[in-house]
Nanobody, 129 residues
Framework: EIQLVEFGGGSVQAGGSLTISCAAS????????TGWFRQAPGKEREGVAV??????????YYSDSVKGRFTISHDGTRKTVYLHMNSLKPEDSATYYC????????????????????WGQGTQVTVSS
């Protein structure tokens, strides 16, 4: 069983930067993909960025809304995934959740919530204009 804990949320002005992190614990640590999803009040949870954390091919995926502004990275030694967010906009305000897909589990695509078995508790990011 894997546990995920997010760190680093907070408030920032539009145009600013923020980095949030997701630390995994437990075993086995064989998550094939780890991703960041976000949910704003009254909206559905949506995918933001996903990275290959098993084979570490460097494969990353970004939603169109954050492409070019956000960067996802993985430190396998620390079992931590980071989301570096630049040029933040008020519409980026949401609760950000870390999610991991276990190797061998059913796969519905990088953006399907059903692909991810483990979820963190979320961290709030607020961007003011």
């Amino acid at each position: 069983e894997i546990q995920l804990v997010e760190f680093g949320g907070g408030s920032v002005q539009a145009g600013g930067s923020l980095t949030i992190s997701c630390a995994a614990s437990g075993s086995p640590y064989n998550n094939k993909y780890t991703g960041w999803f976000r949910q704003a009040p009254g909206k559905e949870r949506e995918g933001v960025a996903v990275i290959d954390t098993l084979f570490q091919t460097g494969s990353t995926y970004y939603s169109d809304s954050v492409k070019g502004r956000f960067t996802i990275s993985h430190d396998g030694t620390r079992k931590t995934v980071y989301l570096h967010m630049n040029s933040l906009k008020p519409e980026d305000s949401a609760t950000y959740y870390c999610a991991a897909a276990s190797y061998g589990s059913p796969w519905y695509g990088v953006w399907s919530l059903r692909s991810y078995q483990f979820w963190g508790q979320g961290t709030q990011v607020t961007v003011s204009s």
